[in-house]
């Protein structure tokens, strides 16, 4: 069983920067794909950003060029650094994982960008 803890999100207003960390419980983050999701009011969650385990990316289009998506392999984290937030980036994020075909998410964290 693996834990994925979320934090770093909060309230920013429109052009701020946050960023969000995804601590594992156990080794994880190195040997499988990790991404992040969010999911706002009335809307399907979606994939953001994923990275590999040999560090390939993907970003969703909404958000290439604001969003970088990173990893800590000695300490089980992935981070996502978001910039030029904007109102549409309100959501609850989580962090997402596989290993051994079993799907792992976090509890979320609310981001809230509002002037």
């Known amino acids: 069983q693996v834990q994925l803890v979320e934090s770093g999100g909060g309230l920013v207003q429109p052009g701020g920067s946050l960023r969000l960390s995804c601590a594992a419980s156990?080794?994880?983050?190195?040997?499988?794909?990790m991404g992040w999701y969010r999911q706002a009011p009335g809307k399907q969650r979606e994939l953001v950003a994923r990275?590999?385990?040999?560090?390939?990316?993907y970003y969703a289009d909404s958000v290439k060029g604001r969003f970088t998506i990173s990893r800590d392999n000695a300490k089980n984290t992935i981070y996502l650094q978001m910039n030029s937030l904007e109102p549409e980036d309100t959501a609850v994020y989580y962090c997402?994982?596989?290993?051994?075909?079993?799907?792992?998410w976090g509890q979320g964290t609310q981001v809230t960008v509002s002037s």
């Open positions: 990275i590999t385990s040999d560090g390939n990316t």
């Open positions: 997402h994982g596989i290993q051994y075909h079993v799907n792992y």
């Open positions: 156990r080794n994880i983050v190195s040997t499988n794909a």
